[in-house]
């Protein structure tokens, strides 16, 4: 994620304005849910054991949360998700969003309930291996109790039918009271989701400890196109019953194919009116950048046309990025541009996806450096919890300095003493732990330059040679998987072959302004 001011300096902490009040919405017709949407139902991409079984004693509940130590109450315990199926419609008129959620999981206990991730939303419907089974709704849980109960190591489906106007989450201090998560657009929608805002949009086990392959199907009115994670099918057009018109209406489904293994949080869907380029880049990783018109008429750097910018950037970075981390780990880089606003204003921040990063407006190129180091630091080699934040963040940071640098502006060494420069030692901006940063200042700036400070200061003390190899290890070693601090500390003391406890204790651990070392 990089965080844009929305006025100030980049130091600084954004000054968001305030809320915008719900758009006024016409008497709405028609029920709050479908009993079908054209080109809407639920596909179990796998078949699904048999649960075998009637419940026993052997057999419990899934747990409610991962016990992630930020957010204790995302996630959910006792099956893995391999797969999502998003059959989805969404009618900008209404703000409306209905769908059915396919998840084809396997079971990792006894299962007598289990339960999904959902904020807000109304549930028509859910079945597990195609037969009815109850469910019950507390707060952003949402329990399922199948027939049977599923055996450990039992892969089975549940396809949730679901509908109603995503929440957009508002106020948050975790990210400085930004608006994130499911946000409408003027003629759609814009969706960034990090840390916690995928289930607000889709019944999904939320954490980032839980990664799978997707498969999305959207329909929207026509004239408007809709883009996801992955890569495209041909578009059908036909008609569309949405749930809140009293007739169908002409509409186009898209569909989205991602087999990239990813967390929730980094999966989107984006819809409205999109420019679309496509390609490879110079070393050949495949290229989708779709950019809103609206976004296109604004000034780029160097006068060029806005969608020629965002593709080049991308494509430079993606090709500089495997020479220096290693091979490209997703099906295709790119980006999605929107006209986001929020109360008039352009969101304030760019967030990685999976493949094609975010972005509301015209962003500097070291923002879309950051946002493509990420694909490699964060998305590939993810955190196993939310406390390991600065493992994306700074290693995304560290990455834009060195674009910078290379494109002829500061050194990396020089950025990281100004950072340094900038904090005296009774600035709070130090009581910021780098490694357990806390929930309300896990995005802050200390996540960001200190720790891309930290890992320059790494650099300069093992040299570049071993540096470079074990960023290229790091990433190589963990590339698909979930990682902790511990294990980054560990090899790099492995790859320069130096005691670097007492470094880690002072940068990673420890709160205070160290001397320079």
Do not use: C
């Not at 998003?86 to 299962?111: E, F, I, N, V």
């Not at 779709?290 to 080049?312: F, Q, S, T, W």
């Amino acid at each position: 994620m990089s965080i844009t001011p929305w006025r100030g300096s980049e130091h600084g902490v954004p000054h968001l304005p305030p809320a915008r009040p719900p758009r006024a919405r016409r008497r709405l017709p028609g029920r709050l849910l479908p009993v079908a949407v054209a080109a809407v139902a639920a596909v179990a991409l796998a078949p699904a054991a048999s649960a075998g079984t009637a419940p026993s004693a052997r057999f419990t509940p899934g747990a409610p949360g991962v016990g992630d130590p930020y957010f204790p109450g995302l996630g959910n315990g006792g099956y893995d998700v391999g797969h999502y199926r998003l059959d989805l419609a969404y009618d900008p008129g209404y703000d409306q969003l209905d769908g059915t959620a396919t998840l084809t999981a396997r079971a990792t206990q006894d299962l007598s309930a289990f339960n999904l991730d959902l904020s807000g939303m109304d549930v028509e419907k859910v079945t597990v291996d195609g037969r009815k089974a109850n469910h019950k709704r507390r707060g952003t849980e949402l329990t399922v109790t199948p027939r049977h109960g599923l055996r450990s190591g039992t892969t089975f489906t549940v396809a949730v039918t679901y509908g109603g106007v995503p929440r957009t989450i508002v106020g948050s201090p975790i990210v400085f009271g930004s608006p994130y998560g499911f946000l409408h657009t003027e003629d759609g929608a814009y969706v960034g989701a990090e840390p916690d805002g995928a289930s607000t949009w889709f019944p999904s086990n939320d954490h980032p400890s839980d990664k799978a392959s997707y498969d999305f199907s959207i329909t929207v009115p026509e004239g408007l196109g809709a883009v996801a994670n992955g890569v495209p099918a041909e578009p059908r057009k036909g008609l569309a019953s949405f749930s809140r018109r009293r007739a169908a209406t002409k509409a186009t489904t898209y569909g989205w194919h991602s087999a990239d293994q990813m967390a929730t949080y980094l999966a989107t869907i984006d819809i409205g009116k999109w420019d679309v380029k496509t390609g490879r880049t110079p070393g050949g990783v495949p290229m989708y950048v779709a950019i809103d018109p609206e976004v296109r008429k604004l000034p780029a750097p160097g006068g060029v046309d806005p969608l020629d910018y965002y593709y080049d950037t991308t494509a430079k970075s993606t090709d500089l990025w495997v020479r220096t981390y290693g091979r490209y780990p997703f099906s295709t880089a790119g980006a999605i541009v929107d006209d986001a606003r929020f109360n008039g204003e352009p969101l304030g921040f760019s967030l990685e996806t999976n493949g094609k990063p975010v972005y509301s407006a015209i962003r500097p190129d070291r923002t879309i450096a950051h946002e493509m180091a990420h694909q490699w630091f964060g998305n590939a080699v993810a955190p196993k919890n939310w406390q390991q934040i600065w493992l994306n963040e700074s290693f995304a940071r560290w990455s834009n300095w060195y674009w910078t640098e290379l494109q002829g502006g500061n050194t990396v060494a020089t950025e990281a003493r100004n950072t340094y420069n900038l904090h005296p030692a009774d600035d709070p901006w130090w009581n910021v732990v780098i490694a357990d940063p806390k929930r309300d200042t896990m995005f802050h700036n200390r996540e960001y330059h200190g720790g891309a400070m930290v890992l320059q200061f790494l650099r300069e003390r093992i040299g570049d040679e071993k540096f470079f190899k074990l960023l290229r290890t790091w990433y190589a070693q963990n590339a698909g998987g979930n990682v902790v601090t511990e294990q980054f500390t560990a090899l790099a003391q492995q790859v320069s072959g130096q005691d670097l406890s007492g470094f880690f204790t002072t940068w990673l651990y420890s709160p205070g302004r160290p001397p320079l070392p």
